[in-house]
């Protein structure tokens, strides 16, 4: 084998996630709305997230995302990173055993100013318990996670 082939196919096997987490698909149910619906820039805007509407919504990542104002949807377009969930909107806690689950919406938390949701009342317990290692556990794995299910 040529030698420049294997490095090639060395750096693209090591530097291939950390690249394509960029483009990584995010979690949506079969309605095609991310979150449920409920608008990304409300959780750090608000006490509590409000359902987004059709009529503000915008498609990134190949999903529909909505917004409770033409503010919110406006202020997501300009940085859609800056409000996205972590590791596209599947459970944090999940994904730091490695593994692609479903979240609930309702359920989330804000650290450092990144977004993360878990998947039901007793996730988000065991969740809030270490954030700092869970995070550190999930970004290991994502998002390699995904072509391992």
Known sequence: MNRRFLLGAMAATVFAPAAFAQDMPVFF????????????????????????????????????????????????????????????????????????????????????GRLYLTHSPGIEQVWNTDTAEYIRMAEAHWPTALYEQ
């Not at 359902?51 to 202020?75: I, Y």
């Not at 990173?81 to 804000?110: I, N």
Request: proline letters at 6%.
């Open 29 to 112: 149910q079969t309605d095609g709305a991310v979150m449920a619906g409920y608008d990304a820039v409300s959780y750090f805007t608000e006490d509590t997230p409000r359902l987004g509407l059709p009529e503000f919504s915008v498609k990134w990542k190949g999903a529909e995302w909505h917004f409770a104002s033409a503010e919110n949807r406006d202020a997501f377009e300009m940085n859609p990173r800056a409000y996205a969930p972590q590791f596209g909107g599947y459970c944090a806690y999940a994904m730091a055993m490695g593994e692609l689950v479903s979240t609930d919406p309702k359920l989330w938390t804000v650290i450092d």
